[in-house]
């Protein structure tokens, strides 16, 4: 049986990284493997409900947090560690560097209390705490994130932050990066669609995760 696999996506609202989660998904589907693609917040019936709360409601950066965390829970049970069991691909369009980033380095939250809930909710029966196996971050300049925004649709509330949040947010990823350097890829995400698409293919290849040539 093939082993599973846990690949994450990250980046600042504006990265662009969405747009590669399907092309991703296919590859590994072209491999013959089996697919789970999901995202975060969301992924199960709860965590969808909450995902609407959380991006639309006003309510303070504890409330947020805990929220986010709630919603990985029902997930993280419910979707990605089955999925893992059988031995299936999970490409998650977000995880918990998430969190780090945008209610801890976005909003200043306790980086002590999330890694507190980061341990409960990701704990695994064995000891240990899930983490993905590879974590494809996209990075992009926030000013030239926040440009490529203001062509989108109406924002949620993330969205809708000023540069400054943006440019914290980035920060965070490039702390959490740093804490666990083995398990990021770091893809430049200024580049055209096609360039970026061949960084992340290349990444998969290099990790062996997928055999055939890019
Ligand atoms: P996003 O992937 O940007 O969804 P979409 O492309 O449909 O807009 O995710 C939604 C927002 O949720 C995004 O602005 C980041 C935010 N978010 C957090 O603040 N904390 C988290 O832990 C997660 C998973 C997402």
Redesign the pocket.
Known sequence: MNRGIFIS?EGI?GAG??SHVQAVADAFTHANRQVVQT???GGTPLAEKL?DM??HDAMDPLC??LL??A??RDHVQQVIEPALARGDVVVC???????????GA?RGFDLKVLSQLEQWVQALPSGGVRQPDLTLWFALDPAMAAERLSKARVP????AQPAAFFAKVHQGYTDRQQADPKRFARIDASAPLDAVRSQVMQVLHERLYLQDPP
Request: glycine share 4%; net charge negative.
């Open positions: 996506f609202d990284k969405s995202r975060e917040p995902r959380v991006l947020e947090a986010m965390f919603a990985r369009d977000r995880f918990t560097d998430a969190t780090f980033a945008y209610q976005g949620d509330r993330f969205e």
